[in-house]
């Protein structure tokens, strides 16, 4: 069995001058006059977070915060064909002893750091609501864990990784939180492990597809009969306008991720560039600190992997057999569903019925793409309302129902 490890994040000093020096060298392309976000990142805004990157930002400070605020580990966790990886994890226990385990699964351009704002919403206890044992992985070649330096490494694999955590923690039976590739990894351990370990999954990303008559006929003829909501409409809107300007990056790192992880590895500008455009576009009007977005990318470039590791997941899962929904079966543990209006992809709400056992469902009207840190009060709500007491997964998590025993009686 492998050992926990208690890990300090601690970037050498001779990274940080190496950062500092690239980034004095920096060379800016022009622009074309009155072009604001049209064509990209103006390059005011690359330039002012630049200088500030160089001579302002304190990356130690912001290290300092992030031991401080987030209990973080490593251990060796083996891949079933691949090789051993040694994986970084946030893991902090609730003082509640009947805390529901749960594992927060993130995606791209995200890491580890996605939990920092539900973390402490999660610990918390009270007769009103459920309390969370949490458990956020940091993905393979994300952040601090190690990446695999074998081809084919795709969704079991990650799903593997995170369901072996659990396990390793003493978490035989856990339920799972995720958005972005964090939806994809747990429906997949929601197939694979789903029942026996996984009990219950929900997610901000319900990248679910149109109703089809043969599997259910009673709510594709209701759909078709039924009027979109103003949020629907909202949502198609949406949909179409990122897959029609916002979904290139996707194409490349699906393709060629080789040949744009010499940028995201060598020019700190361009990984900047790269992800700071996704962090404005894909999020509800955030305000973003400057100091926060380098936190943000500086947790990339100083990855143990390296930048272009963590795109990789692109190529490998759709490379890899058994990708779309419909090839693969439907997870029979409960589902529940939270959407926000500047999400990348919604669909009518009718549609997640098709990603599985649909018992709760949840509309903001704010938010997008990072649910966890531009919305963390609404997300926690979320998921107090679907795993607590009057809620429709209450108890799936046999003894561990996130209140305390005197709750019970009350019941």
């Known amino acids: ?72 580990f490593t251990r060796d966790i083996d891949v079933d064909g691949f090789e051993t990886l040694n994986i970084h994890y946030v893991h902090q226990k609730s003082p509640v002893t009947n805390a529901i385990p749960l594992l927060f699964v993130h995606g791209w351009p995200g890491n580890f750091i996605e939990v920092r704002k539900i973390l402490p919403l999660l610990l918390q206890s009270s007769p009103q609501f459920p309390s969370f044992h949490v ?125 744009l992880g010499y940028s995201l590895a060598d020019s700190p500008v361009g990984l900047l560039a790269w992800i700071y455009e996704k962090l404005v576009n894909w999020t509800d009007s955030y305000p973003w600190t400057d100091d926060e977005v380098l936190t943000w990318i500086s947790i990339f470039y100083f990855s143990r992997a390296g930048p272009a590791a963590s795109i990789r997941i692109y190529y490998e899962v759709m490379h890899s057999k058994g990708f779309l929904q419909s090839s693969s079966p439907k997870p029979t543990i409960p589902l529940g569903v939270s959407q926000f209006p500047n999400e990348l992809r919604i669909t009518p709400r009718k549609f997640h019925h098709n990603l599985g056992k649909l018992v709760f469902q949840a509309e903001h009207s704010s938010g997008g793409h990072f649910a966890a840190y531009e919305r963390p009060e609404e997300l926690v709500g979320d998921l107090r309302k679907m795993f607590g007491k009057r809620g429709p997964a209450f108890g799936v998590v046999p003894g561990k129902n996130g209140y305390e025993d005197r709750v019970n009686a009350n019941l």
């Open 1 to 72: 069995m492998s050992t926990e490890v208690t890990y300090t994040v601690s970037i050498p000093e001779s990274k940080l001058d190496i950062l500092r020096q690239k980034l004095a060298l920096v060379e800016f392309p022009d622009e074309l006059e009155n072009s604001q976000w049209n064509y990209g990142v103006p390059l005011a805004d690359i330039k002012r977070l630049v200088a500030r990157w160089k001579d302002g930002y304190d990356w130690r400070a912001e290290e300092s915060k992030l031991n401080k605020d987030l209990p973080q």
């Open 135 to 259: 458990v956020a992985i940091g993905l393979p070649g994300y952040g601090f864990s190690e990446g695999s330096h074998k081809t084919g490494f795709a969704a079991e694999q990650y799903a593997e990784v995170a369901h072996k955590l659990m396990l390793l923690l003493g978490y035989n039976e856990y339920v799972t939180q995720g958005g972005d590739w964090g939806f994809l990894i747990t429906r997949t351990i929601a197939q694979k492990y789903g029942g026996k370990h996984s009990k219950a999954w929900h997610t901000n990303f319900p990248a679910s597809t149109p109703l089809q008559f043969s599997s259910n006929p009673i709510l594709y003829l209701q759909h078709l009969v039924t009027p979109y909501t103003e949020a629907e409409k909202a949502g198609i809107e949406r949909s179409k306008w990122f897959a029609r300007e916002g979904r290139g990056y996707f194409e490349e790192q699906a393709t060629k991720p080789q040949t």
